[in-house]
């Protein structure tokens, strides 16, 4: 009876989305997740929930961009006004938090580049495999787990 409960149970595991996630032997240690603000990310919440013990690192390689477009939004079509409301904002800017994300956005195209990596997004898993052009982490793990780390 408990053999029958348990390929009941694993049966019904292969019927849910993530199945191969709940039966993967080797789960990874670290997940880096490559992206930019043209492609965003699911699932890294629930992934991060279901699997305390795995480290997973969002790395965007689009810092300077964001910074810029945070800069320049909604700015006004007057020229004299814009350049006027622009200089406010960089004056605002906390000079430690835009170095940490430059730092940041640099480390993760050098880190791109050592991968070889030439599409985002793309999920890293131990630095050893990796799933590219899938925005769920959760659809990534599964994919990495079926094909086998």
């Given at each position: 009876m408990k053999r029958l409960s348990a390929i009941m149970t694993i049966l019904a595991l292969t019927a849910l989305p993530g199945a191969a996630i709940a039966a993967c032997g080797n789960w990874p240690r670290v997940i880096e997740v490559f992206t930019d603000s043209d492609h965003p990310i699911e699932g890294v919440e629930a992934l991060a929930a279901q699997m305390p013990?795995?480290?997973?690192?969002?790395r965007r390689i689009d810092g300077k961009a964001e910074f810029d477009a945070k800069l320049s939004e909604g700015l006004p079509a007057d020229p004299v006004e814009a350049e006027r409301i622009a200089r406010e904002r960089i004056a605002g800017v906390n000079p430690?938090?835009?170095?940490?994300?430059?730092?940041?956005a640099l480390d993760s195209a050098g880190r791109m580049v050592n991968y070889g990596i030439t599409r985002v997004p793309t999920v890293v898993f131990d630095g050893r495999g990796a799933i590219v052009g899938e925005p769920d982490v959760r659809k990534a793990l599964d994919a990495w787990c079926r094909r086998g780390p």
């Open positions: 013990q795995t480290r997973i690192l969002m430690q938090e835009v170095a940490a994300a430059m730092a940041s």
